[in-house]
């Protein structure tokens, strides 16, 4: 079922709305496979990369709603197409939680988190679109969503706290992953304060919204692949 | 001086430089664990003064990190007092608030980090079944009386918990049962199961720390979700 959504997802190239098949079938695989295994499916690789295609989808079409077929279909598609391969390249975690991640904490830190970095993705693509065409609307739509990801990126972080102090003891670990994820907290901190000082908006600090997007996707999936942390499971 | 500390320039070069500190620092982890593993073992202030200022070379970025945190919360500080002076008016209240909110949760939660650091304890070590551990901080004792763990029809672990006694001053104060993510609390102090072994016979991995930062951390978060929450609002409506 899950190559249907590879036909169903490059529907969105040719208008915005079509979309919307891709994202009601993704949504039925992501519950069928969180009633079968009783826990949400986002463990692992499989499971996360899957997460984040959807959510961009999502993002997708809520940001797109009025949109024509343009290079902001043409950029997101693709990434979602390269998330979903990915998502189905990886192996898929099988059985329930372990006892450690059974709490309300852990799936709201997980899903909050994978929320904020589908918009941080979107926040990435009108940052090109503003470098392509320059159109003031892109770099106010990259605004909108990096700072919407950013907050819930930091009630992520604020809940994954919660469940650490719950779990070990601690609201904190000096670890590659929560340097990394401070990194991330740091930059678009910095990137929401530099618009605000007075010539730096346009180009420079648009830039400093897609560079975001990079820092990202290392910390969710090169900081696990390359550096032991807390976040192994 | 003063412009240097109001300035968002300072704010926008500070967090580079705590992007590529922490960037190093994150590089340097994994090769030197001997270094760093102790970081999260105990407090940090101890780990200051044993390890990382004897190893400058390799921890020279989390002394960076720290000038640079300080720089920060001064930064930060001015920038607030900054905008919270001269008149208010109910039509921008929300909108200047906010973001003084939102300052508030981050020093807080600088602050939590400052006191978890220096102040507290943490000490961990493997308990027997029906064995007391004496000796622990603020004259107390725990007693492991029992272990059970379960595991499902494939052998995967379903769940654990241990039964403990808190004593203090000899007298008990409370008893109650650990697993995951469900430590016991008792005056600011939390105790944790962090694993167990039944064989050779059932013994348990315990935490027992104490963070007077964490109820910091707890206001900061929540006054960062509220600051950062009405800016949202605010902020989208006009962009």
Redesign the interface.
């Known amino acids: 079922m899950e190559i249907t959504l590879f036909i169903l997802y490059p529907l969105a190239l040719y208008r915005t709305r079509l979309i919307l098949a891709a994202l009601a079938l993704h949504a039925a695989l992501i519950a069928a496979s969180a009633v079968k295994y009783g826990r949400i499916p986002l463990i692992g690789l499989h499971d996360t990369l899957g997460f984040l295609a959807f959510s961009i989808g999502a993002a997708y079409l809520i940001f797109g709603w009025k949109r024509l077929r343009d290079w902001y279909s043409y950029i997101t598609i693709p990434l979602i197409l390269l998330l979903l391969a990915g998502s189905l390249a990886a192996p898929q975690m099988h059985?329930?939680l372990?006892?450690?991640l059974?709490?309300l904490?852990f799936e709201l830190h997980v899903i909050l988190s994978f929320v904020a970095y589908a918009l941080f993705a979107l926040g990435a693509v009108f940052g090109v679109l503003f470098l392509m065409h320059g159109r003031k609307e892109d770099e106010?739509d990259q605004?909108?969503n990096l700072?919407?990801g950013?907050?819930l990126f930091?009630?992520a972080m604020?809940f994954g706290?919660?469940?650490a102090?719950?779990?070990?003891?601690?609201?904190?670990?000096?670890?590659?992953k929560e340097?990394?994820t401070?990194?991330v907290w740091?930059?678009y901190?910095?990137y929401l304060?530099?618009r605000?000082?007075r010539g730096w908006s346009g180009r420079s600090v648009v830039w400093l919204g897609i560079i975001g997007f990079v820092i990202v996707m290392f910390t969710y999936a090169g900081?696990g692949l390359?550096?032991?942390s807390s976040h192994e499971f | 001086m003063k412009t240097f500390f109001l300035s968002?320039?300072t704010?926008?070069w500070t967090?580079?430089a705590?992007?590529c500190l922490?960037?190093i620092?994150?590089?340097m982890?994994?090769t030197h664990r001997e270094i760093?593993g102790p970081?999260?073992d105990r407090l940090l202030f101890h780990w200051i003064g044993d390890m990382a200022s004897e190893q400058v070379w390799l921890t020279w970025w989390f002394f960076g990190a720290l000038a640079a945190l300080v720089l920060l919360t001064i930064n930060t500080i001015v920038c607030s007092l900054q905008a919270i002076k001269g008149r208010w008016s109910r039509k921008d209240f929300l909108l200047r608030i906010a973001p003084q909110v939102v300052h508030m949760g981050f020093l807080f939660m600088l602050l939590?980090?400052l006191l978890?650091a220096g102040w507290g304890y943490?000490l961990s070590g493997m308990l027997a079944e029906g064995m007391m551990a004496t000796g622990l901080p603020e004259n107390r004792a725990l007693y492991l009386r029992e272990l059970r763990a379960e595991a499902?029809a494939?052998g995967?672990?379903?769940?654990?918990s241990a039964e403990v006694f808190l004593y203090e001053n000899n007298q008990p104060v409370k008893i109650g049962s650990l697993?995951?993510?469900?430590?016991l609390f008792y005056k600011g102090m939390?105790i944790?199961l962090?694993s167990f072994e039944l064989q050779p016979r059932p013994a348990a991995l315990l935490?027992v720390?104490k963070?007077p930062g964490?109820i910091w951390?707890?206001a900061g978060?929540i006054l960062?979700?509220l600051g950062?929450?009405t800016?949202?609002v605010l902020?989208?409506k006009k962009?």
């Open positions: 059985g329930p372990p006892p450690v059974k709490t904490w106010a605004y909108r700072l919407l950013y907050v930091s009630i604020i706290g919660i469940w102090y719950y779990a070990w003891g601690t609201y904190w670990l000096w670890t590659p340097l990394w401070t990194i740091f930059w901190g910095l304060h530099a605000l000082v900081v390359l550096m032991k | 968002l320039k704010t926008v967090l580079l705590l992007v922490f960037f620092g994150s590089s982890m994994p760093f970081m999260n939590a980090h978890g943490k499902d494939s995967f672990p379903r769940g654990w697993g995951p993510n469900r430590p939390g944790y962090k935490l720390a963070d964490a951390a707890l978060g960062f979700i950062s929450v800016l949202l902020k989208w962009a």
